[in-house]
């Protein structure tokens, strides 16, 4: 092997090398994107009342791959139990969800919009005997 082989040789290793380490950045910052934005969107659920869902969130976002699968088998274990579990875990969504629209006037013009429609006579679902505004 000559000198000016050896030298080539030693490029084409090194260009190779340079472009397999850029690819597996890229693929590690993909991962850490999806890392972030799962923790992102545990604290977005957390603070709606949700309680199992985020916990896997942050299993994942830290890469705790043994907890993702125990918090896998607690929410599965959560819906089998029935749906009284399960709308225990709505009912603290939907207290988060109403009080995050309450702290805002468009958030509280749309509450008082979907009271105005559910104590309509002419709708037989109507809510019937809601105290009115102001009337404690």
Partial sequence: MSVLEVV??????????????????????????????????????????????????????????SGMAEKL????????KGEAAVLVEF??????????KLTTDAGRAIVAAKLSEATQPSDPRAVRDVPKAGVV
């Fill in 73 to 80: 088998v607690k929410l599965a274990a959560l819906f089998l």
């Fill in 8 to 65: 080539l040789l030693g490029v084409v290793v090194a260009a190779v090398g340079y472009f397999i380490v850029r690819w597996m950045f890229r693929v590690d910052e993909k991962m850490e994107d999806a890392r972030r934005s799962a923790a992102e969107l545990a604290s977005v659920f957390s603070g709606l009342g949700l309680k199992e869902t985020p916990a896997f969130l942050l299993d994942f976002a830290v890469g705790d791959v």
């Fill in 91 to 100: 009912e603290r969504v939907f207290d988060g969800l109403l009080a995050v």
